[in-house]
């Protein structure tokens, strides 16, 4: 080989492995903003701690760290007149830069003097007017949790207090109340249930809507909300969106179990701010089961999209445009062949599909230098549809069932932050929403009857609500809010007005107390207001149109322990008096709406139930520092209720203790180019509540019949789940791709649902929730 090929290949082999070792970087930027006014604060100044880089805010309060090795990061923010403020595991990597939107909070002035006290808090609300029974969380936990697929309600069960509904969706259980209770909110405005496969009036389904990609940051609350919060009874998501990149264009690219993924992000011009973000993701869960590949024995198929579209001017404010849209359906096929058919249940087949979409607009402006003002109208469509058909002998399909429900609805919602002084802050708005609500139901009594119509109800109604809140810092470390929220529904104008109120003390530099009392309202569901019944002369009529709201009064107390700056201990107790529930008219029939999921009764109800839940929550949670992180919380709680016949009973979900731990291990390699993620979840839990089965009568009327005086006094198994994440990440030059592997309930353990009358064995079954579910995926960002 000559002499110069030589030295050129030895030459050319050092230089790729010197590159190949040199440190990747990628570029950390974002604005700095006043947190009550939303204004940018020039001048703030942004440092990355044991890095000797940093940057000013110019004039619009953006800054610009380039070069800033991969890996995981600390920024300190400083700005005259404001706390600072430390942001502790910034993960940088090399596929996308990181653009962030930051904070600040004014400092508190007493007279002349300028009280200094650091900023630096974990887990700091999104909204400061959420000082307790919160968790704030960000779109990278809801990728890192075990199992939590993208999900922020999967996500929510690691949390003290949550239980999941069942492993075949994402209800959830907040502190025994029903799934139902749970308000959804999005860029500051109520959106409906953002979840495929969801059912009328439910809180869940079977999978997110919503991207990771598109969110930014959320608060979860649990109990004695702000006054902002209105309609809900057991806890609020507070969803933030993340703006799009507006200075380059940056894609992401996911293909997994469970769908093929695409965004895509960037500036709409080079010498403009705004930016658009978009993502689609199409159900793969259909081409796999034509592969014969399938976890269920139906056909499951989904697809949706989403977007966020930031326009800032100069003059005008900032307007935004958002949105979230999914389609979903599953469909069970009758096998058209006799001698396959074992009973006469498989000689059904079933067909359910359930769409949801919102469009949104919102609009900012600063008024003078103490007020903001926010502007949003949404339209919000929710379709749920169930058919069931029969194969007959001749093998023809006979429409045996049919439920169609939709609901449209356009709200519109203006609030105003208005700065008093450096001590307090006053919230104000109003919310108003049209509804126009479509239910049908059409049933055959027996296979060769006529369709029979149960529900036929159009209807178009409003609902208002008005709040204000106050927040009042006495001093640096005794922050006081108080505030009230009206609702009222013109349907059958009822009406109600609800004082919240809350403080918080921070005693020590490590310590913090805080006590909270709200009392909340929350409307029944559509199908509960409009459910049908027939009278003495066969006319349909609507008994339930007039009830009331159901109520809470929420109590909470609650302990906050610093142990060191990655450690936290938190305990907190409640109590929560529920009343006005629509229990059953009748004092022999036990049924009670604070044990439903969804909206869709069909019987005469009154407002007289009542309920009460009660318990401590104790959290030890140690923040991601040293690539590791863990949480380990215990709950004890009771739920009960008061039926019609004003005896207790133990609600459904009374399930007494909840047991969770959540924690990850990565293990980093190469300059950060490399890193292994081992993540696990693990829940014990006391078992669901249900009734005995009468099976001398359910054979009779071949349905299931209940013991109705014993309701709720049989105790289901333990629950019992653990669930596993392994995921590699490559970091190279602009381009970080991600092969993970969650394992859902990977010891298989069969975890019992329910019991049920089974028709055709005539005896009572026993259902299973969901065995062993592994999900791979792999992402590219770039």
């Known amino acids: ?280 993701r199409y159900s793969t869960l259909s081409i796999l089961s034509t592969l014969g590949l399938s976890f269920t024995p139906s056909i499951t198929q989904f697809q949706d999209l989403s977007y966020n579209i930031f326009l800032p001017t100069k003059r005008f404010g900032n307007f935004s445009l958002f949105s979230f849209g999914g389609l979903s359906n599953q469909y069970y096929n009758v096998v058209k062949d006799s001698t396959k058919w074992k009973n006469e249940s498989e000689k059904y087949g079933d067909r359910f599909v359930s769409n949801t979409g919102v469009w949104g607009a919102t609009h900012q402006i600063n008024l003078g230098k103490n007020h903001l003002v926010k502007t949003a109208i949404a339209y919000a469509t929710m379709q749920n549809a169930y058919n069931r058909n029969y194969v007959q002998e001749n093998y023809q399909m006979l429409n045996v069932y049919n439920q169609k429900n939709t609901i449209r609805k356009v709200t519109l919602s203006s609030t105003m932050n208005q700065r008093l002084h450096t001590r307090a802050m006053l919230r104000s708005g109003i919310i108003a929403t049209n509804f126009i609500i479509d239910y049908n139901e059409q049933i055959r009594e027996k296979i060769h009857s006529d369709l029979k119509s149960l529900v036929n109800a159009k209807n178009q109604t409003q609902t208002i609500q008005a709040f204000s809140q106050l927040q009042y810092k006495f001093s640096d470390n005794i922050t006081l809010l108080g505030g009230l929220h009206y609702l009222h529904l013109l349907l059958n104008n009822t009406k109600s007005l609800e004082p919240r109120a809350s403080i918080k003390w921070d005693m020590h530099t490590k310590h913090s107390l805080s006590l909270g009392y709200g009392k909340h309202s929350q409307l029944q569901g559509w199908g509960v207001y409009f459910a049908s019944l027939q009278n003495a002369q066969g006319e349909n009529w609507m008994p339930n149109k007039d009830l009331k709201f159901s109520k809470a009064a929420h109590y909470v107390l609650s302990h906050n322990y610093q142990i060191n700056k990655s450690l936290r201990l938190k305990t907190e107790l409640y109590y929560q008096a529920l009343s006005q529930i629509p229990v059953s008219i009748s004092d022999t029939n036990t049924f009670s709406a604070i044990n439903t999921q969804a909206d869709y009764i069909r019987e005469e109800l009154v407002n007289k139930g009542n309920g009460k839940n009660y318990g401590i929550e104790i959290s030890l949670e140690k923040q991601l520092s040293n690539h590791l992180y863990y949480m380990l919380s215990t709950s004890l709680y009771q739920s009960k209720y008061t039926a019609s016949n004003g005896k207790e009973y133990n609600t459904k979900y009374n399930g007494n203790q909840i047991m969770n731990f959540t924690g990850g291990k990565e293990f980093v390699s190469g300059n950060n180019k490399r890193t292994l993620g081992i993540h696990l979840k693990m829940v014990y839990a006391g078992g669901y509540r249900t009734t005995p089965i009468n099976l001398y009568q359910s054979s009779i009327d071949e349905t299931t019949v209940y013991y109705q005086q014993l309701a709720y006094t049989t105790q289901l198994p333990a629950y019992f789940r653990s669930d596993i994440r392994i995921s590699m990440k490559w970091n190279r030059k602009h381009l970080t791709s991600t092969l993970s592997l969650d394992i859902q309930n990977v010891t298989n353990r069969q975890n019992v649902y329910d019991q049920f009358y089974d028709v055709d064995s005539k005896s009572i079954k026993t259902y299973y929730q969901t065995g062993l579910i592994p999900i791979l995926q792999y992402k590219v960002e770039f």
């Open 1 to 280: 080989m000559p002499y110069k090929t030589l030295l050129s290949i030895i030459l050319l082999s050092y230089l790729s492995y010197a590159v190949q070792s040199q440190p990747l970087t990628q570029t950390i930027r974002g604005t700095v903003i006043d947190k009550i006014l939303q204004k940018p604060i020039a001048g703030a100044t942004i440092s990355i701690v044991g890095l000797n880089k940093g940057d000013a805010c110019d004039i619009d309060g953006n800054f610009n760290i380039e070069e800033v090795p991969v890996g995981t990061h600390t920024l300190l923010i400083t700005a005259i007149g404001f706390k600072d403020y430390v942001m502790p595991n910034i993960i940088l990597n090399t596929g996308k830069e990181m653009v962030l939107n930051i904070h600040l909070e004014e400092k508190i002035i007493q007279g002349k003097e300028i009280i200094v006290k650091s900023g630096h808090k974990k887990n700091t609300p999104v909204n400061e007017l959420n000082i307790l029974s919160t968790r704030t969380f960000s779109a990278e936990e809801t990728q890192k949790y075990a199992a939590a697929v993208n999900d922020p309600a999967r996500m929510a069960t690691s949390f003290a207090g949550v239980m999941a509904g069942d492993d075949g969706n994402n209800n959830i259980i907040i502190r025994g109340n029903a799934p139902s209770g749970l308000l959804w909110r999005m860029e500051g405005i109520d959106v409906p249930n953002p979840n495929h496969f969801a059912s009328a009036g439910s809180s869940g389904g079977g999978i997110s809507i919503l991207s990771a990609q598109l969110l930014s940051k959320a608060d979860f609350v649990t109990g004695a909300f702000a006054a902002e919060y209105g309609n809900a009874l057991s806890g609020v998501f507070d969803l933030q969106l993340r703006k799009g990149n507006n200075e380059k264009k940056e894609y992401t690219a996911q293909a997994g179990i469970l769908g093929l993924n695409l965004a895509v992000e960037g500036p709409f011009s080079k010498k403009y701010k705004g930016s658009y973000l978009i993502n689609y």
